[in-house]
């Protein structure tokens, strides 16, 4: 997958470019420093481009093992390298994605907005489809990657102080080209179609991670992935790491007056950045709503009239004893939250002390699976009802790249 030059690298990532075009979309190539020392030139071609470069380690070492000195000392040695490319990176991805408990204030010190290393594994392999030697490859990946179960966690972004976490998404292309062969034919695209599908249906984020270099292997998995979230209504926002980033920590500053009228009646003013979007259920407005999914209309405006039928609250109510954790969880998926210990008053209400991310999904499915008259926010900007990110990891592009990585250099 390399050459003595870049020149076979630089092929691939055209291809990578021409398929990202085509579908009218950009992508997130976390960069390792070293690399973009010895080969800036090459790379500064693609900057032109709707693409993001984005830091992946000073060098490719297990950052798990860094000392908070040692990892203060590669981040800024790899800003510095960034900079003087001309590069302002936002973004962090750890190789291997290896992380310990000193990264998130080491990247906050050194000014990273996001980080991009929880991995979700999806179930869309049948093991026991598979040959008992790809049964074996695929648990020594799970092991070194230690992913969090999709169908346990739900695949979203999570604000963290200053830093938005966004997870990645698994099988990648390591895993399912060099762990499991390809095989059965089709893998590759059968296993991300459906992962779309599943973050889809749960308008959660789907993070692609498809490295440049085995990209020919894996073109018709992801076009065909591009294909179905841009023919899918409502749409899926198809965005680069640093623009999820920022529409997090923007959305989460997002403000919304409520002021009480007659009999169920509520006036709501919303203001946030360009692209927030009110949902409602169960309750009529005065302006104009378009059918969204699963019972929401999409109301086109950020003040409106809102009447509920049943005379309840169409927000969430969370009591004085509810963990502080669950009700910031639920305001950074959008919902309204209002602090009260008048259960009767709430079509939805919740009284919790303890909260921890098993609870998430849990939360959602619940809140998602009744038909309580609800306003609330979208997720994702512009009506959007998922999102997909492209993302690939750069570490060599030649063998003298590959080799000095081998050597930690």
């Not at 990648?172 to 889809?200: F, H, M, N, Q, T």
């Not at 009447?307 to 169409?314: A, H, K, N, T």
């Not at 499915?365 to 990110?389: F, K, M, Q, Y």
Request: overall charge negative; charged content about 20%; aromatic content about 10%.
């Amino acid at each position: 997958r390399y050459g003595r030059t870049p020149v076979k690298f630089e092929g691939a990532l055209y291809l990578f470019a021409r398929v990202l075009d085509q579908f009218n979309c950009g992508a997130t190539f976390p960069l390792t420093a070293v690399v973009l020392e010895r080969n800036g030139n090459l790379l500064s071609q693609f900057r032109e481009r709707p693409i993001e470069f984005s830091v992946h380690g000073y060098t490719h070492v297990d950052y798990a093992q860094l000392t908070p000195d040692d990892l203060m000392s590669h981040l800024q040695g790899a800003c510095e390298v960034f900079v003087r490319a001309g590069i302002q990176a936002q973004g962090f991805r750890s190789p291997y994605l290896s992380r310990n408990p000193y990264l998130q204030a080491a990247l906050e010190a050194t000014g990273f907005s996001y980080v991009s290393n929880q991995p979700f594994l999806w179930d869309v392999v049948d093991s026991g489809e598979l040959k008992p030697s790809f049964s074996a490859n695929l648990e020594r990946a799970l092991n070194l990657y230690d992913p969090w179960d999709a169908r346990q966690y739900p695949s979203l972004p999570r604000l963290q102080g200053k830093i938005v976490e966004i997870p990645v998404s698994l099988p990648d292309d390591e895993i399912l080209l060099d762990r499991l062969g390809g095989e059965p034919v089709g893998l590759v695209e059968s296993a991300w179609l459906r992962i779309l599908s599943k973050a889809y249906d749960r308008g959660e984020l789907f993070t692609m991670m498809l490295h440049p270099e085995r990209v020919a292997g894996c073109v018709e998995g992801l076009s065909a992935v591009l294909a179905r979230a841009r023919g899918l209504s409502p749409q899926v926002w198809i965005a680069r790491l640093d623009e999820i980033a920022a529409w997090w920590q923007a959305r989460a500053r997002v403000e919304v007056q409520i002021l009480d009228l007659d009999d169920g009646a509520f006036r709501v003013e919303i203001e946030g950045p360009t692209g927030t979007t009110a949902l409602v259920r169960g309750v009529a407005v005065n302006q104009p709503a378009l059918t969204w999914a699963k019972g929401y209309r999409q109301v086109m405006a950020t003040s409106f009239l809102v009447q509920s039928p049943s005379l309840l609250r169409p927000f969430i109510g969370v009591s004085t004893r509810t963990s502080s954790g669950l009700s910031e969880f639920l305001r950074q998926q959008g919902y309204i939250i209002e602090i009260s210990d008048e259960s009767e008053r709430y079509a939805q209400y919740f009284d919790q002390a303890e909260f921890s991310d098993e609870h998430e999904l849990p939360l959602l499915v619940e809140i998602e699976g009744s038909d309580h008259p609800l306003v609330r926010l979208g997720r994702w900007p512009d009506g959007a009802r998922s999102a997909l990110a492209i993302t690939g990891d750069i570490d060599a592009l030649t063998w003298w790249d590959y080799a000095l990585r081998l050597l930690g250099r």
